[in-house]
DNA sequence: CCAAAAGTGTTTATAGTACACCCATGC
DNA sequence: GCATGGGTGTACTATAAACACTTTTGG
């Protein structure tokens, strides 16, 4: 095997991915259960080591079609986490990525996935390798502060969507209910979303109105520099 | 020299640091000038390799000391830059980070500075090496959006200031003005300062009262789990 | 017609903003 | 005694929180 030689030690460089869906139940996360030690057989999040010739985020979208066939989500940086011994083979440096997967693609992905890669709900996730659950932590930490100023969720549901699923989703990010008629009241007033012709309809009730995200006003405004609450 | 060999290409791993210092006026600051190529003659962050046995806050902390000879400061990790070819000789992921200096620690460090590490007024930063223009600005953005609602202001003051080094701070970090009644309403509303007895005499005015930062509450209170508005 | 969830306004409380005068100090 | 910056309170405005009834739908 070819070698690669530096005159000081350069420590590894890996990409890990905190990738939340939604089903409209409780938040989930991706994990993959290792094939290999150390911690053969535990669950961790999916990641991998950074190519020489690629960018972080296009490692972690690597990372997350090879090890899970999930292309094209909404990603972002967390923290890189680097402390000595972290890796009980070598120095290894990890820059942890968060990515969020429409319901519709969470969906897709249930049944397909192996065996040893596997959505959990986050309330059960528990003994993972390495310090993944800091990173988790971590990331749940940054979801639940970005989704009161920046509409971020809107990535984890589908291109149309219902108020009450949105309110749903927030009360589930954030842990705690929401008063129906505010959240209405809060929502509209960014006036980012719009309102279709479609209707949701099943169950003996009345049906909700889909709406979209404005994507296009949205860039307007955050290129106008305005900081907008949400 | 010994070589280091690994089955496959490593990038190399650097930590670069945003160090602001405030003197009562802007904010500054503080820039190596580069005495090797590439970028030779240029100014440039703080920054160095990531040594195999070292965590990354005690690199920044070792890259500080020993270029710019600053001791224990305020550091929180930043951002994560590793864009191909970010550095033209080799493959370079910088993990960057912010630093506060005491105005106190400013001062005895303005003499005392080689030619080839200087503070500068941030409005005349330019032309830095690599990309560390880009860093600087998530730093700049870090800063004004931490202040917001986190006593972070105090890492850039002494153990004792006054309100209205404290409101200038502020202002000179938010870049607008801000009505002092309300500042300290504001301020003092948090619990969080001491009032001394001691005050600031010189110049033909009111002396002003010294205020101290309450550690030991604030400890408290972020241990208690309540996410304070600052 | 009944159960179940969607949709909608008004009132109250809280936080933020605007604004002006007196006070201590050095010269 | 006057110029300079320090210290303080109140009224107004905007935003957030509390709260209940009507509407649509399927069975």
């Known amino acids: 095997?070819?070698?690669f030689q530096y005159d000081y030690p350069h420590p590894a460089l890996t990409?890990?991915?905190v990738t939340f869906g939604f089903d409209g139940g409780e938040m989930k996360i991706l994990l993959v259960k290792r094939g290999i030690d150390?911690?053969?057989?535990?669950?961790?999040?999916?990641?991998?080591?950074v190519n020489i010739?690629?960018?972080?985020?296009?490692?972690?979208?690597?990372?997350?079609?090879?090890?899970?066939?999930?292309?094209?989500?909404?990603?972002?940086q967390l923290y890189t986490f680097g402390k000595v011994g972290r890796d009980p083979r070598e120095r290894v440096v990890s820059v942890s990525y968060m990515a969020l997967v429409r319901t519709d693609d969470y969906a897709l992905l249930v049944g397909n996935l192996e065996l040893s890669v596997q959505w959990f709900p986050i309330s059960e996730v528990k003994d993972l390798a390495f310090?993944?659950?800091?990173?988790?932590?971590?990331?749940?930490?940054?979801?639940?502060?970005?989704?009161?100023y920046q509409p971020v969720g809107f990535e984890l549901l589908n291109e149309k969507f219902t108020m009450p699923e949105l309110q749903t989703l927030y009360e589930t990010i954030l842990g705690k209910s929401l008063d129906r008629r505010n959240f209405y009241k809060k929502i509209l007033a960014t006036e980012l979303l719009i309102k279709t012709n479609e209707?949701?309809?099943?169950?003996?009730h009345k049906a909700a109105n889909y709406y979209q995200f404005?994507?296009?006003?949205?860039q307007e405004l955050t290129e106008s520099g305005i900081n907008l609450e949400f």
């Open 1 to 3: 095997m070819e070698k």
């Open 15 to 17: 990409v890990d991915c």
């Open 38 to 49: 150390p911690f053969l057989e535990k669950w961790a999040l999916p990641g991998g080591f």
């Open 53 to 76: 010739d690629e960018d972080l985020e296009s490692c972690a979208s690597r990372v997350l079609e090879k090890e899970c066939g999930i292309k094209e989500v909404y990603q972002e």
């Open 131 to 148: 310090d993944h659950e800091e990173i988790l932590k971590v990331a749940l930490k940054r979801l639940r502060g970005k989704i009161r």
């Open 199 to 204: 209707k949701k309809s099943g169950g003996a």
């Open 214 to 218: 404005d994507h296009n006003k949205y």
